[in-house]
């Protein structure tokens, strides 16, 4: 690529020298607005990290509860001021660890949690009134809120005081990760009650982080990532108003998840762009007149796919990049990768590196002392209109479809990742685009780090377990309370009164997910025929 040929990652071209002349028709001023104010481009706070840093979270879990235990108490320890928590596949497809399906998998790629008893024992001497929580979960995560609520209840724990995040972006699974479960409707269904459940019970939770971060990760253009995520919202939005909730009661406990790539001022010209773009659709396309339903606050994990296995040391740098484009970008709250996690789970030591990258940055340079340090840059600006114009047109194409849900049923987004993401590989094996250590700068031999390694007698334990549990548990009971979620699935009652009834006498969460199957169906995506 020569030095007259520069592109952007969502493909518009980058020019050599930028100038007032970039920004003509589009009002900058006007668009700008003032930090904290309506459009938000300069952040949803009038003074961000001058009044307070964002969160500081370091998404963990691993092996059993016991261990993940463990792991938060030492971040905590070491400064992390937010617990984010990571399930094992089992979990997050609904299976207990005793199910067939899990063998080979359970406490692999985060914790195993299979009864209310595994989530007092995830937080065994961490008082929930007193740190945030994020859990990072989709088709089931109405019921691991409602555990981590009991949980919370049985500790003495007022559920209004309970703070944090669920995930619970079923939709973006079937676009780019597969950890779903049912079909679309009763999954947003689902979501619905859970809007509905949270206004009135947990006030202090965020009901859904939206993701773009796992579509970022399986290929989307910066422009992609935040046009399919916001289309997302809109059939989250759509879907609660179909339920009959206002506007205003729900959208300020929305929030958003993205990814921040190398590519610095491209992810800081994207956190503006969509900060603008959503809260005019919240405005103008939902009439929300609360101002808080209009922010768009939104989770920054640096990229895990820029990883790599070879000089793995050299993640560092990477994510050190990544991090400072969430934080000049004007996230809220923040996960480091660690250097390790091309070939592993963080060890503590790289956790604790991971962590003290965000710390340095807090502490050690001035980007936290103004609220928008790169606004009026001409590139910036230029690029923030670009974006903003390019996922505007995506949204438009997908309103045409009939918007998210049809789309997805017709792959549009998937296939639309896919082709960003062959040009993308076609570019690294070309070398048209560098990745240090991969296909330039190889060394002989890459040194490797120690590595975490998860012991496969962990299912055994998490069997011994369920079956204590289920012997100690009144089984009529739980049948009565699983009769109930049935009931309520066949028709319009909140779905997270029974389940939370069947959680509290101690159903699995899979006898919960399996009645739900029994009811709504798995979905089998459109491509699998």
Sequence with gaps: ????????????????????????????????????????????????????????????????????????????????????????LPTQMGYDSSSEIADGEVGKVGVAIDTVEDMH??????????????????????????????????????????????????????????TYIYPPAPSLRIISDTFAYCADRLPNFNTISISGYHMGEAGATPVQEIAFTLADGIAYVEAALDAGLDVDAFAPRLSFFFVARSTLLEEVAKFRAARRLWASLMRDRFGASDPKSQMLRFHTQTAGVQLTAQQPEVNLVRVSIQALAAV?????????????????????KSARLALRTQQVIAHETDVPD???????????????????????????????LGGAVPAIEEGFQKIEIEKAAYALATEIDREEQIVVGVNRYRTERDPQPDLQRIDNAIRAQQIERIDAIKR?????????????????????????VPMREALRRRATLQEVCDVLRDEFGSYVPHDAF
Excluded: C
């Design 370 to 400: 103004s609220v928008d340090p790169l606004a009026g840059s001409y590139l910036v600006e230029s690029m923030t209109d670009r974006i903003e114009a390019e996922a505007r047109a995506y949204l438009d194409t997908i309103d045409g």
């Design 121 to 178: 024992t995830l937080f065994d001497g961490i008082p929930l009134d007193q740190v945030s929580t994020s859990m990072t979960i989709n088709a089931p995560a109405s019921l691991l809120l409602l555990m981590y609520e009991i949980a919370g209840e049985e500790q003495g724990v007022d559920p209004v005081k309970l703070r944090g995040t669920v995930q619970n972006d079923v939709l973006k699974e079937y676009i780019a990760r597969g």
């Design 328 to 348: 000049l970008g004007g996230t809220q709250s923040l996960h480091t990768n660690s250097y390790d996690e091309a070939l592993a789970l963080p060890t503590e």
């Design 1 to 88: 690529m020569s030095s007259e040929e520069r592109t952007s990652v969502s493909g518009f071209p980058i020019e050599p020298v930028y100038t007032q002349q970039h920004l003509e028709g589009f009002e900058p001023l006007e668009r700008l607005g003032d930090p904290g104010e309506y459009p938000f481009t300069r952040g949803i706070y009038p003074t961000m990290y001058r009044g307070r840093t964002w969160t500081m979270r370091q998404y963990a879990g691993m092996s059993t509860a016991e261990e993940s235990n463990r792991r938060y108490k030492y971040l905590l320890e070491q400064g992390t001021t937010g617990l984010s928590v990571a399930f094992d």
């Design 472 to 496: 100690d548990r009144d089984q009529s009971g739980v049948d009565d309370a699983l009769r109930e979620v049935r009931r309520a699935a066949a028709g319009d009652d909140n779905l997270l």
